[in-house]
């Protein structure tokens, strides 16, 4: 027998990166919201990785954290070890990356959301989704349970018709043994969605006592290790190492003698896996040149003794398992405390979502993370803060948000998500940006902080600490401007050994700091009245005077990116209709129903010669 079990304004329909993300900004904002999880102790959980950020997903970390969100801070409350990626590289693509203690990440994510005002967390499987009479969103329960709500976001992850394959054996499961969403995806069918299938892997877990760490490389983290968050001061030491050990020639060869039993392979799974995460056996299968696969042997926590296998995914029967692992140096004897598995889900194509993340045809329902078509926990964690600010919003009715590939990385997946959609699970990557060089993670502050604070989602004190911050980096922007060195002795022979040419007469340490050679830790010998700053601001002042012509020209394509972007397109428009289009180019138009000339040009298959009709038709049109 149903029965009606609460009102409210907004519902998330799962607790992972992206419902968290999705439930708190709602409830910030003033929603009354609940959010649903199938078990109360997955909320949080990292079924992966324990690690947060990396190539590309440490910015988006970033820009989580200076619109509000909540990864930054928890992953630094968390963290085991820091270190920066690509320091060897430009300033676009540094990345920082954590190992975290991935059940302290998923308790203090889960205790947050208990103490959020205006947030109720309800352990319950969500089994229908319809609208009722009265215009309102109602979900049903498995326990008959019903719920009527004005907005609703998906963030099913890998739960929904999840699936477990290893070898011959499969069942339907979520990740780390959790029971699957078994009835949602055919209510979403019948609403109207359109559902696919992806796949997803995780390595074994091991037992650290098994290891031999005798002979492994050892990586250690960055001292003193950077946070995520702009909140967070100070982060203490490193309290971990990581290692690194190679696959070898019997490591490959044992997975090619058992290649016809992976169930990916064996035709078993029919879910698309992820092009730039892919198997240890589609690595030895594609790459088939290589000699040898790095992995990296990670700590689950500082309270398990669980060990995390990167980059060694797989979905072999456990026997093969235990043999490719024993091949590896380092892990003769390595004792499995959870095999490797592939899972595969149901998720969406993402044509069906605007740049709000709300569906097209059925409005105040929106999608957030892997239900979207990506992959990664910081994907999913950036379209929820997005999908749940959105969802409030229009509640509450007043304008949404929209973040353009200009702004942000998140402005860019979600972009690359609903005009190019994805044919396999979506990853963030620092090529997928051409304005990367101003999407740095160290400035994400500066470009997103005034917009948290316009939602309404920065405290009074984070934004009087950032305004006081952007006065400290112009007053040093004036130091440096002012500040003349002498041609001593001591400066040249600093500009000597970083093999620049030495000064004759007096030189401005801005211009010093022009030099590729140069920076500010080699001049601190010479810099006597340097002030006592947030690194960061050394960081920013010192890369923008470094790249000031590229950053110049990068905003001048800003600049013409975003005239197109304010020239709307109406949302009923047929576009078999507009004269002069190509077929294929009505198709796909009809298909993403972009909102703007700006987002059309980006569609693959919509040709510059299509834009220049469009630009007419509209001109006309007006």
Not at 474 to 489: G, L, M, N, Q, W
Request: hydrophobic share 35%; aromatic share 8%; proline share 4%.
């Amino acid at each position: 027998m149903s029965y009606l079990a609460g009102e409210y304004d907004v519902a998330v329909i799962g607790a992972g990166h992206a419902g968290i993300e999705s439930a708190l900004a709602s409830a910030r904002l003033g929603c009354k919201t609940i959010i649903f999880t199938i078990n109360n102790d997955a909320v949080g959980n990292c079924p992966c990785n324990p690690s947060i950020g990396g190539t590309a997903k440490g910015h988006l970390v970033r820009e989580i954290d200076a619109l509000g969100g909540e990864m930054g801070r928890t992953a630094d409350e968390c963290f085991l070890q820091m270190r920066m990626l690509n320091r060897g590289k430009g300033p676009a693509v540094h990345s920082l990356r954590a190992q975290i203690d991935r059940r302290k990440y998923a308790d203090t994510m889960k205790h947050k959301l208990e103490l959020q005002e205006n947030l109720v967390l309800r352990q319950a499987e969500i089994v229908d989704i319809k609208k009722n009479d009265e215009d309102l969103w109602e979900l049903k329960s498995r326990m008959d349970a019903i719920f009527t709500t004005k907005a609703v976001i998906i963030a099913t992850g890998t739960y929904l018709g999840g699936k477990i394959f290893v070898g011959d054996t499969s069942y339907e499961s979520g990740p780390d043994g959790i029971f699957p969403a078994k009835f949602l995806g055919q209510s979403l069918k019948n609403l109207g969605l359109k559902l696919r299938r992806f796949k997803t892997g995780t390595p074994a877990r091991v037992l650290r006592s098994s290891i031999d760490f005798t002979e492994l490389e050892v990586q250690e983290g960055d001292e003193p290790p950077v946070p995520f968050s702009y909140d967070t001061e100070s982060l203490g030491e490193n309290k971990v190492v990581c290692h690194i050990s190679w696959t070898n020639d019997k490591t490959k060869q044992i997975i090619l003698d058992n290649i016809e039993r992976s169930p990916l392979y064996g035709g078993k799974i029919e879910g698309v896996g992820p092009r730039y995460c892919p198997s240890i056996e589609d690595k030895i299968v594609r790459f088939s040149n290589k000699e040898r696969h790095q992995l990296f042997i990670e700590p689950c926590g500082l309270d398990t003794e669980e060990m995390y296998l990167q980059g060694m995914s797989s979905s072999l029967p456990e026997e093969v398992q235990t043999a490719f692992y024993h091949s590896i140096k380092g892990l003769e004897n390595v004792e499995i405390m959870r095999p490797a598995y592939a899972i595969e889900y149901d998720c969406i194509d993402p044509l069906q979502i605007d740049s709000t993340l709300e569906f097209r045809d059925f409005k105040g329902l929106y999608g957030a993370g892997q239900f979207n078509g990506s992959s990664g926990y910081e994907e999913a964690a950036a379209q929820g803060l997005i999908a749940g600010i959105n969802a409030a919003l229009k509640v509450q009715g007043k304008e949404p948000f929209i973040l353009d590939r200009a702004s942000s990385y998140i402005g860019t997946l979600i972009d690359d998500l609903v005009t190019k959609g994805c044919n396999d699970p979506y990853r963030m990557m620092t090529s997928r940006s051409e304005y990367r060089l101003i999407l740095r993670q160290d400035n994400a502050d500066v470009r997103l902080t005034p917009l948290g604070r316009e939602i309404g989602l920065i405290s009074d004190g984070r934004w009087e600490r950032y305004l006081k911050k952007q006065e400290l980096k112009k007053e040093e922007y004036k130091r440096i401007k002012s500040t003349v060195f002498a041609p001593t002795d001591e400066l040249n022979n600093i500009l000597v050994s970083r093999e620049t040419s030495p000064v004759e007469t007096g030189v401005r340490m801005i211009d010093l700091l022009k030099r590729p050679q140069i920076n500010y830790e080699c001049l601190t010998p010479v810099d006597v009245d340097r002030p006592d700053l947030d690194r960061n601001i050394f960081e920013q002042v010192e890369i923008e005077i470094k790249y000031e012509g590229y950053i110049n020209k990068q905003l001048e394509q800003v600049e013409k990116m975003r005239k197109l972007e304010k020239k709307k397109l109406p949302k009923d428009v047929d576009y078999t209709t507009v004269t002069g289009l190509r077929l294929e180019a009505q198709e796909k138009l009809n298909k993403v129903m972009p909102e703007n000339i700006g987002q059309a040009s980006r569609i693959s298959g919509v040709s510059p010669a299509d834009i220049s009709v469009l630009l007419i038709w509209l001109s006309q049109k007006r």
